[in-house]
């Protein structure tokens, strides 16, 4: 019964097709090319020329690069149908692997320069992989649960390769929680499998908590050797017999970067997944994942490939965030390094000018990546095309011209099978803003056409949100907009306009939440006209008072635009005197209310506190406020957004984990051993020894 539940690689049917068992190793070399062709051809947005090298056998390599299409198809494109595809494919392409490593051990047939069956080992860890994150994306908690069954399985195999590679080291990240990383009996599968299921019901039950999994500062994952050029850690000498050098490089950067997307994967994970991983032992470690995705990146393959777009999506995202480590933007330039090379390898593919467009933006070249992104683009893969679009429609929000951008979003509905909840939600708060700039303008004419747009879009929300689901739950920034329009159909009743119930600026904080004013910052025009859209009530003769919680989202909103036009203090008077002493129960009586600003005014306070007193008292200060946006307890509907930007800066408890803890840490150092006060923490580094660490851990040391 158990079997028949969770499904066994043993037991899955090998193919549809006709598996044709690898008979010389000549065969394997050719399969492999080809199939390695295919990928290339992949990365290059030549999706025709990646089917044609992917039909030209039926090998194993083949099974797993037509797997491997349908899955990048379907992961990029957030394509439920083409997952569950995709999903059926990878687990066919693992049992046909299976044989072929049997096979090859019996044969005693080598690997290039690693011991038989190596390469077929990768491979089934690769589809165990994607099959786990298909399973994760379902709107099952069973299909779920088999996912992180199936992924404790794929860890082993990376594991194993892993220490073939590095001559019997054994991966830190996981290993140390207790996974055990050896083949495992059926009696155990079905073991495993029990304690699990259990364990995951009585987890259904608990109250939601925080994460203790938390994205932090890069800089120490490998610092000391990014200020050179990326260089592998364990041996990357893929020379021997001749033809041998494909299979070699395959095997390296494969095992590395899937052992690093996998960790990092486990680290990013929601709570509730979290939850399910720990029960088996997962932990993710950050700077062994990144460690192993910067050693396995400068390999010219395709491993070498998604390793780079992986490093590149990390960097961006948390070079946005207000707290970070200096070093990080020296790892980040290194990123931008292997962005160049890659795009002399794959130059027709879209992939990768957007992410040259990505870090244009986050530097503050918003309009140079605008530009970048209205040129005329062809893309053979519609998944390409929509990421081109939502980064452009975003872009376009920043540079505040809405009317664009809310026909950006609409497109996206038409192209896309992500929610078209939130792209018509997005769209008619773009048309509120155009109507608010027309009253102010004493325009009825053009209000009167906004509001009419606006009030078309917004009222279609409702009956869009929902088609969208997490394990079969409704996706969080549904939740979000869903609650917004049920408060402004309520203010407005049924016979008022919509757009007139709009309080707090919903597209301010679209942009606060996804931190586009770091992009907007360079242009104190678009920073300025962001703070009259907020303030917009001040400025109208809007009749509707705003409630309580919109007040203080509107003076967080107002607060972070100050931070960004160079006014901290003014910032920080504010978030002290009227956002962060709010009481929760004061007026957060009911679940269509913006709790969020709770939170995110502990976070932007840390933010204040740190750029506008960066000495020991204030890294204090921003600890103390840090540890309150973490400890908050987290059932609002954006919670893992929100805590994302605060634990960019760090664990609270892990001191040498961000640029300001570390930098307060060896303040007290200093204050401990009598070596003369530092003036700032800019100054800190050149006058505190190594052994300054130590001292921190003291009594005294913590007391402050």
């Not at 065969?27 to 030549?46: F, H, I, K």
Request: a neutral charge.
């Amino acid at each position: 019964m158990l079997k028949k539940l969770w499904g066994s690689s043993a037991s899955t049917p090998a193919s549809s097709t006709n598996l044709k068992l690898m008979e010389s190793s000549e065969e394997d070399r050719e399969a492999l090319r080809q199939t390695l062709a295919g990928m290339d051809a992949l990365m290059n947005d030549q999706l025709d020329e990646a089917d044609r090298y992917m039909n030209m056998g039926s090998s194993v390599y083949h099974m797993l690069g037509r797997a491997a299409v349908q899955f990048l198809k379907g992961i990029i494109g957030g394509e439920q149908e083409i997952l569950k595809a995709a999903g059926k494919k990878v687990l066919e392409a693992e049992a046909a692997a299976e044989k072929e490593q049997r096979k090859a051990i019996a044969e005693g047939r080598p690997a290039g320069k690693y011991p038989p069956g190596t390469e077929f080992s990768l491979v089934r860890a690769d589809a165990l992989l994607m099959s786990s994150l298909v399973g994760f994306t379902t709107e099952s908690m069973v299909e779920s649960m088999k996912a992180a069954f199936n992924i404790r399985k794929a860890y082993g195999l990376f594991a194993k390769n892993y220490e073939i590679i590095t001559g019997g080291q054994q991966i830190a990240a996981l290993g140390a929680a207790g996974v055990n990383v050896t083949a495992i009996s059926p009696e155990e599968e079905s073991e495993t499998v029990n304690a699990l299921t259990d364990a995951t019901q009585e987890s259904l039950h608990l109250h939601h908590q925080p994460s203790n999994i938390s994205i932090k500062s890069a800089s120490s994952a490998g610092s000391k050797r990014r200020n050179t050029k990326a260089t592998p850690a364990v041996d990357a000498s893929f020379r021997g017999k001749e033809g041998d050098e494909q299979m070699n490089g395959l095997i390296y950067a494969g095992t590395l970067s899937g052992l690093g997307i996998f960790i990092l994967i486990i680290s990013l994970l929601p709570t509730s997944l979290n939850k399910i991983l720990s029960i088996i032992g997962f932990r993710g470690d950050r700077k062994q994942a990144l460690q192993l995705l910067w050693d396995s990146a400068p390999v010219p393959n395709v491993y070498g490939a998604i390793a780079t777009l992986t490093l590149l999506e990390y960097y961006n995202a948390i070079s946005s965030c207000d707290i970070v480590d200096d070093e990080l933007f020296e790892e980040r330039k290194k990123t931008l390094e292997m962005l160049a090379l890659t795009k002399v390898r794959y130059p027709k593919s879209g992939m990768w000018g957007l992410q040259e467009t990505r870090a244009m933006a986050q530097q503050g070249k918003l309009y140079e990546a605008l530009d970048r992104l209205e040129q005329p683009m062809t893309f053979q893969m519609k998944q390409v095309e929509v990421l081109w679009t939502y980064e452009h429609a975003l872009n376009l929000v920043y540079a505040l011209r809405f009317e664009e951008a809310a026909q950006k979003m609409l497109h996206l509905s038409s192209i896309s099978e992500w929610s078209h909840a939130i792209y018509t939600f997005f769209a008619g708060c773009c048309y509120v803003e155009l109507y608010r700039q027309a009253l102010l303008d004493n325009d009825t004419e053009a209000a009167a056409r906004w509001a009419k747009e606006a009030d078309a879009l917004l009222t279609k929300v409702p009956e869009l949100v929902g088609k969208k689901t997490f394990m079969s739950k409704p996706m969080p920034l549904e939740v979000f907009v869903q609650r917004k329009i049920k408060r402004w159909q309520a203010r407005v009743g049924s016979k008022g306009r919509l757009v007139d119930g709009v309080g707090a600026s919903p597209l301010m904080e679209f942009v606060w939440i996804n931190n586009g004013w770091v992009r907007m910052a360079s242009d104190k025009q678009l920073l300025d006209k962001s703070q009259r859209m907020i303030k917009y009530r001040d400025a109208s003769k809007w009749q509707i008072e705003d409630d309580a919680d919109e007040m203080v989202v509107r003076d967080m909103l107002t607060a972070v635009v100050m931070r960004y036009s160079g006014d901290v203090r003014g910032a920080r008077e504010i978030l002290e005197q009227r956002v962060v002493h709010t009481e929760k129960a004061n007026f957060y009586t009911s679940k269509d209310k913006d709790e969020y600003c709770i939170p995110g005014g502990y976070y932007e306070l840390a933010v204040c506190l740190w750029e506008g007193q960066k000495d020991a008292k204030g890294a204090a200060a921003a600890r103390q406020w840090l540890t309150k946006a973490r400890d908050y307890v987290q059932n609002y509907d954006i919670a893992n957004r929100v805590d994302v930007r605060r634990a960019a800066c760090g664990d609270a408890e892990e001191d040498e984990k961000s640029t300001m803890i570390k930098a307060a840490t060896k303040l007290l150092a200093d204050y401990k051993t009598s070596v003369r006060p530092v003036e700032s923490l800019d100054e800190a580094p050149k006058t505190v020894d190594a052994g300054a660490k130590e001292g921190a851990n003291t009594e005294k040391a913590q007391e402050l």
